[in-house]
């Protein structure tokens, strides 16, 4: 997937003049660097609430900062798990997928949009049908099931009429249509598509009007969207007359096209009977498609082990059984806490079970009854060999491994009960779901409740996987009963929340759900939950949507001081676990860069961004005590040319010297690796061309102190400092004092 922003779609800010370097006053620094000291005594600190005011707000940061803390320290944990490719869980049976092209909003490779539709069959008639209002719309919704292809589809619809080397590209699921016909996104001769699009909350007959313009801008500029959402969209009356009901293809014929495009494998009539059973049982057409892939490559044998799904059969087989109250609390707990030590995990579990007898209590059960029955359980529960039973209980789903802690020896390892493959965890959560009601699920919801707020990170960081496995069956009701009530808790409830969207984002229809509850959280929803959506955008979500995420961002920084805070270090966040992604680097790199540029000289705008900026500047790496910076400039392209302006920009201001300390702090780290020196010039090169001769000679002057200090004055920082520093070769002309680099169009916000 290319970068959000197309170079194509982005303008350029026009250039800024700043003042001479070494003439600015402390007026004017505070024009566009406001001191830290002043932003804290801005509050309402006079009066007689003072006091109580000032406690509240320190106690609010500090709950803040143990969020971030542990958010952090999870991103440590599992950072190839967010940016990593989304994985195919959900599948019907054990074949594994890559993650759909268009997924993440960008351009879509002609090699991403061949590999999906290698094997595609047309369904019909909706293909036809769909074909049809495209044409003579330029638009069409497709209605229709998750998993049944639609995202395929639009694909082949959008070839079918722009042939097969058009230009495709994604846009958000989060898009207003209704502002779409108006914006720049919408190039001529192009093919966009919307995937699992969530909706708006526009009137309809604004939203019909809007519709009817977008369908008249596509066919004015020759180019075509296709929208795929879930049933309800149908119902919308602005989009009613351009949805089309969407079929998943018949898995068997979907199966016999495949072989015929596979080296054919003989087939015994019995085994090939048995195939053609069991893959008509299939309602993905990406299972079929792997089905014939796994049969032509690893031969009959294994397409039928596949087939026959053994994990499903044996948890299917668990629950016809209807397990007790004694086997199923463990199970059900273990779905939220796989993993964990087993002496946390049996605290927890009794935990549970308390929850349960107290649900029950609280019926029509009389009190001498629920004593007694209270203390047989009890009895009973400390005679059983309770870790032995997990040999019977759960035979085939259920193992036990040793593994310590990260960070401690093997000596320190644990033993820790684990289902035998991830796919077992999610048929257990489909089986509780759909086999057990309020009885179960309410001393649930309690017990998950009290573990968001009272449980250790590694305990709530594996609820939140748990509920996002849930998600995939109850959207509503983990949104309703649990993220909304702990996104505005304390510090350990709102991570959780922000854990769960994170994981959500691992299932294809999920993600663009959980950026919309995540955006519903930034406005009007209290400073807690705005809190908690900053915290959350900064994971997968924020790796998936990643100009989204920048651009909600950039708006919960001109909230209150609090959300504001929480904004800057997601931020900050964002750029450290982006190191390893080069796309993703330069996107935020440039994004800070067009906030600055576009920004009035001296407004609370430019004043935001330069903080960010040089928070950025100064920001440490991740999984290491050194400057993100140092990194970028070794590992990253062209990094040097966006942080020699963002450089520039925060040397103008009243950030000076924390952005002189950063660039000094950078220099040491690099000093004993030849390798930078190229991109060592090229910082130069970008931060001469923004300022002039005066701020040049000024920063020359002020860097060559600073190297004298004690944590600078080491000889390899001072040769690479020549480097920096070198003679000046040239002075571009003055309406080039900024790189020509295409930015980022950044959103007007019309709601604070």
């Given at each position: 997937m290319a970068d959000d922003a197309d170079p194509d779609d982005e303008a350029v800010a026009p250039p800024v003049s700043e003042p001479d370097l070494d003439v600015v006053s402390a007026e004017q620094e505070d024009a566009d660097g406001e001191p830290e000291a002043q932003e804290d005594a801005r509050g309402p600190g006079a009066g007689?609430?003072?006091?109580?005011?000032?406690?509240?707000?320190?106690?609010?940061?500090?709950?803040?900062?143990?969020?971030?803390?542990?958010?952090?320290?999870?991103?440590?944990?599992?950072?190839?798990?967010?940016?990593?490719?989304?994985?195919?869980?959900?599948?019907?049976?054990g074949f594994g997928a890559v993650s759909s092209p268009g997924l993440a909003p960008g351009t879509i490779e002609p090699e991403e949009a061949d590999r999906t539709l290698q094997f595609y069959a047309p369904p019909q008639p909706c293909f036809d049908e769909a074909l049809g209002k495209l044409r003579e719309d330029a638009l069409v919704v497709l209605i229709g099931e998750d998993n049944c292809g639609r995202g395929a589809g639009s694909l082949a619809l959008l070839r079918e009429t722009l042939g097969e080397e058009a230009r495709l590209r994604s846009l958000s699921p989060a898009n207003a249509l209704a502002e779409l016909a108006g914006s720049r996104?919408?190039?001529?001769?192009?093919?966009?598509?919307?995937?699992?699009?969530?909706?708006?909350?526009?009137?309809?007959?604004?939203?019909?009007y809007a519709i009817r313009r977008l369908s008249e801008e596509l066919r004015r500029k020759g180019?075509?969207?296709?929208?795929?959402?879930?049933?309800?969209?149908?119902?919308?009356?602005?989009l009613r007359d351009h949805c089309v009901p969407w079929q998943a293809p018949d898995s068997v014929k979907l199966f016999e096209h495949c072989r015929e495009k596979l080296p054919r494998v003989a087939l015994e009539p019995d085994t090939e009977k048995e195939l053609l059973e069991r893959v008509g049982e299939l309602r993905r057409p990406a299972d079929a498609v792997a089905a014939a892939v796994v049969l032509s490559q690893e031969g009959a044998e294994k397409a039928l082990d596949n087939l026959r799904d053994r994990h499903r059969e044996l948890v299917q087989e668990l629950f016809r059984k209807q397990p007790s109250a004694d086997d199923l609390l463990p199970l059900a707990a273990l779905v939220f806490l796989e993993g964990i030590p087993e002496r946390t995990f049996e605290k927890e579990c009794a935990a549970l079970t308390a929850h349960v007898r107290n649900w029950e209590r609280s019926g029509e059960t009389l009190v001498a009854e629920q004593d007694d029955e209270a203390a047989g359980v009890l009895h009973g529960a400390v005679a059983q060999q309770s870790r032995a039973r997990w040999k019977e209980r759960a035979v085939g789903l259920v193992t036990t491994e040793h593994r310590a802690e990260p960070g401690r020896s093997v000596g320190r390892s644990e033993?820790?009960?684990?289902?035998?493959?991830?796919?077992?965890?999610?048929?257990?959560?489909?089986?509780?779901?759909?086999?057990?009601?309020?009885?179960?699920?309410?001393?649930?919801?309690q017990w998950l409740g009290e573990l968001a707020l009272l449980g250790d990170l590694d305990t709530r960081t594996e609820v939140a996987r748990g509920v996002a496995l849930l998600a995939r069956h109850a959207l509503v009701e983990v949104d309703e009963n649990m993220l909304k009530v702990w996104s505005e808790g304390l510090a350990s409830q709102r991570v959780?929340?922000?854990?769960?969207?994170?994981?959500?984002?691992?299932?294809?229809?999920?993600?663009?759900?959980?950026?919309?509850?995540?955006?519903?959280?930034?406005?009007?929803?209290?400073?807690?939950?705005?809190?908690?959506?900053?915290?959350?955008?900064?994971?997968?979500?924020?790796?998936?949507?990643?100009?989204?995420?920048?651009?909600?961002?950039w708006f919960l920084t001109q909230r209150g001081e609090r959300i504001a805070f929480a904004a800057h270090r997601s931020l900050v966040l964002l750029l450290q676990t982006a190191e390893q992604d080069s796309e993703r680097v330069l996107l935020i790199l440039r994004f800070v860069r067009t906030v600055i540029d576009k920004a009035a000289p001296g407004s609370r705008e430019r004043s935001i961004a330069l903080r960010i900026a040089v928070q950025l500047l100064e920001a440490g790496r991740l999984e290491a005590p050194e400057p993100v910076t140092a990194e970028l400039l070794r590992t990253v392209p062209d990094s040097a040319r966006h942080l020699g302006s963002l450089w520039a920009d925060v040397l103008h201001s009243g950030n000076r010297s924390r952005a002189v300390s950063g660039l000094c702090r950078t220099l040491v780290q690099l000093r004993d690796d030849p390798s930078v020196t190229g991109a060592v010039r090229e910082l130069r090169e970008a931060m001469q061309s923004a300022m002039s001769g005066r701020q040049w000679a000024a920063l020359r002057h002020q860097l060559s102190l600073a190297l004298k200090h004690p944590d600078y004055a080491i000889p390899g920082a001072h040769q690479l400092a020549q480097v920096l520093l070198g003679s000046r070769c040239g002075r571009p002309p003055a309406d080039s004092r900024r790189s020509t680099s295409p930015l980022i169009p950044i959103p007007h916000f019309t709601s604070a």
């Open positions: 007689p609430d003072a006091a109580p005011e000032g406690r509240k707000r320190s106690d609010e940061r500090e709950e803040d900062d143990r969020g971030y803390d542990e958010l952090r320290r999870v991103q440590q944990l599992v950072n190839n798990n967010f940016y990593g490719v989304v994985d195919a869980s959900g599948a019907a049976f996104d919408l190039k001529p001769g192009q093919g966009y598509v919307i995937l699992d699009y969530v909706g708006e909350l526009h009137v309809d007959a604004v939203q019909a180019s075509y969207l296709v929208i795929t959402a879930g049933g309800t969209t149908r119902r919308r009356l602005a033993r820790r009960l684990v289902f035998t493959s991830p796919r077992v965890r999610e048929l257990v959560v489909k089986e509780l779901h759909d086999l057990y009601g309020y009885e179960l699920w309410y001393p649930l919801r959780t929340a922000a854990l769960t969207l994170q994981f959500m984002c691992d299932v294809e229809h999920l993600a663009p759900q959980a950026l919309n509850i995540a955006m519903s959280w930034t406005d009007n929803s209290g400073q807690g939950r705005a809190v908690t959506a900053a915290m959350a955008f900064t994971g997968r979500l924020g790796s998936l949507y990643r100009l989204e995420a920048l651009k909600w961002l």
